[in-house]
């Protein structure tokens, strides 16, 4: 069975950090690009970064510089770090894992994110 399950969402202050996680367990780990993307009410889905196999990542315009991507392979894991948060970055945040050749894809049940004073 495949799972996604993200964690370390909360509420933070302008210019806080934190750092989301994604276990995921089911299918093979490393044959998919997993990537971060986000919801904010009344708003598409919009991608936030994503990271292939080999540990290479894309950004986001609007979080490059201030977001970083990781993963571990061994440990079948995704992070997402995120400093210098601003009250435009709240949103529902969900992990995705995408088959890096048939492009099939998996979502997550996704971790809120609230940034406010």
């Known amino acids: 069975q495949v799972q996604l399950v993200e964690s370390g969402g909360g509420l933070v202050q302008p210019g806080g950090s934190l750092r989301l996680s994604c276990a995921a367990s089911?299918?093979?780990?490393?044959?998919?690009?997993m990537g971060w993307y986000r919801q904010a009410p009344g708003k598409q889905r919009e991608l936030v970064a994503t990271?292939?196999?080999?540990?290479?990542?894309n950004y986001s315009d609007s979080v490059k510089n201030r977001f970083t991507i990781s993963r571990d392979n061994a440990k079948n894991t995704v992070w997402l770090q995120m400093s210098s948060l601003k009250p435009e970055d709240t949103a529902v945040y969900y992990c995705?894992?995408?088959?890096?050749?048939?492009?099939?894809?998996?979502w997550g049940q996704g971790t809120q994110v609230t940034v406010s004073s």
């Open positions: 990271i292939t196999s080999s540990g290479r990542p």
């Open positions: 089911g299918f093979q780990f490393r044959i998919y690009v």
């Open positions: 995705n894992a995408e088959h890096i050749l048939t492009k099939n894809d998996y």
